[in-house]
Structure formats: structure tokens, C-alpha cells
């Protein structure tokens, strides 16, 4: 798949920044599709900051698609990709500050789980901006970091062997993914309150900024 995107992206001559952030958009809007291919790939391409502010565009313009899609096809969409338990106990139990920074924590350690967390924060009551910005706060750092350690290691090994380091240890990393998943989970578990029915926590009608 990363042969796919490299020529997909080298044969669009000028056209090939937008096309690089349509693939990362793409990346997050079909879940499927692993992120990381994509970025490794911006390394071998673009230099590294280029490489950052393009996948940065597409990392967010993905999740709000995403976070669109579900505000308009609602649970029969959403409960594929997300668990409505989380949904729910999240809308009723956090107020629209606090799911700022929860979506800011859930970016900074779980950037691999960003599509996903997109679409179920669509289906709240969630605010477009608050979702927008805590998602443009939370990815930055981690991106970056990838990017500029991912600039040096190309300019010392090459842009095919730091592709394959980058390979191996994103493999490393998602092997711990549910363990941090469950510490995140701790971090931001909502306390017990009133029972209300899941029915009556998510959002049906349309929010508004």
C-alpha cells in the first residue's frame, strides 16, 4: 500500500501536496486504512516540514469529515466504528470544557485511535470548534515529533531505510496500544452519576456553534 501511495502521490507532479493530504484525510475517514503508511511515506517525499503541515491538514480535515458523517448518518454509521456505551456515558458525564481536554489527552497518547474518537464525538452534543481546536492541539505535538525525528533519520540514513525503521516501530508501538488505551481509559473515566437512559444521552438533533 505505501508502493501505492508513493506513486500515486510522485505521479501527480505539482498536484502532489494536495494529494498527499487527501490520502492522509482518507486515512481517517476509512479506518481500515493505517495512517502511518501514509506518513512514512511524506517522509520519503517532502521535506519534513512540509511533509508536517500537509499531514497535519489532512489529519484534521479527516476527522472533521468524519466528525460531519456521523452528525448526519448518527448511530447507524457510528455504532461500526465506536462503541455507543462510550458515546453515551461520555455525552452525560463531561461538560463541553472538559471534553476539550479529554479529546486533547485521547490525541496526544492515542493518535491511532483519532478516526475513531472523531466519529463518536460527532455523534454527541460536542460543539464543532471545541472539536476542531482540541483535535489541532492534540496532534501537533506527536506529529511533529514523528516529522522532525523522521526528517533527521532521512537525512542520515536515506528516505527508504528510515521508512522501514519508522515501519517497525510503529509495529512496537501498537503492540502496546491496548495498554495504553486502558491507562487512558483510567485517566479520563467518568464518575458514576444518576442512571440515565442511553437513549436519552446522545444527541438527536442537530448542534449548532
Do not use: H
Not at 517522509?43 to 479527516?62: H, K, N, Q, R, Y
Not at 496532534?139 to 533519520?153: C, D, E, N, Q
Amino acid at each position: 500500500m505505501e508502493f501505492f501511495v508513493n506513486e500515486w502521490v510522485l505521479g501527480s507532479g505539482a498536484w502532489a501536496p494536495i494529494f498527499f493530504v487527501i490520502a492522509r484525510a482518507f486515512a481517517i475517514i476509512i479506518p481500515p486504512i493505517p495512517g502511518f503508511i501514509v506518513d512514512t511515506a511524506g517522509l520519503a517525499l517532502f521535506p519534513w516540514w512540509m511533509g508536517f503541515l500537509l499531514a497535519e491538514t489532512g489529519i484534521v480535515l479527516g476527522g472533521c469529515v468524519a466528525f460531519f458523517l456521523a452528525r448526519t448518518l448518527r448511530e447507524p454509521l457510528v455504532k461500526r466504528v465506536a462503541p455507543m456505551k462510550m458515546v453515551a456515558e461520555w455525552e452525560s458525564q463531561y461538560s463541553e470544557k472538559q471534553k476539550f481536554w479529554t479529546l486533547v489527552v485521547l490525541r496526544l497518547v492515542s493518535n491511532a485511535a483519532f478516526d475513531y474518537i472523531s466519529y463518536a464525538a460527532g455523534l454527541t452534543k460536542l460543539r464543532f470548534s471545541t472539536f476542531f481546536f482540541s483535535s489541532l492541539l492534540g496532534t501537533i505535538p506527536s506529529m511533529l515529533l514523528f516529522y522532525v525525528m523522521g526528517g533527521a533519520l532521512v537525512s542520515f540514513f536515506g528516505p527508504w531505510v528510515t521508512v522501514g525503521i519508522g515501519l517497525l516501530a510503529t509495529v512496537i508501538i501498537l503492540t502496546q496500544f491496548g495498554k495504553i488505551g486502558e491507562a487512558v481509559g483510567q485517566f479520563t473515566a467518568p464518575k458514576q452519576s444518576a442512571n440515565t437512559p442511553a437513549e436519552n444521552l446522545i444527541d438527536t438533533t442537530e448542534s449548532k456553534d
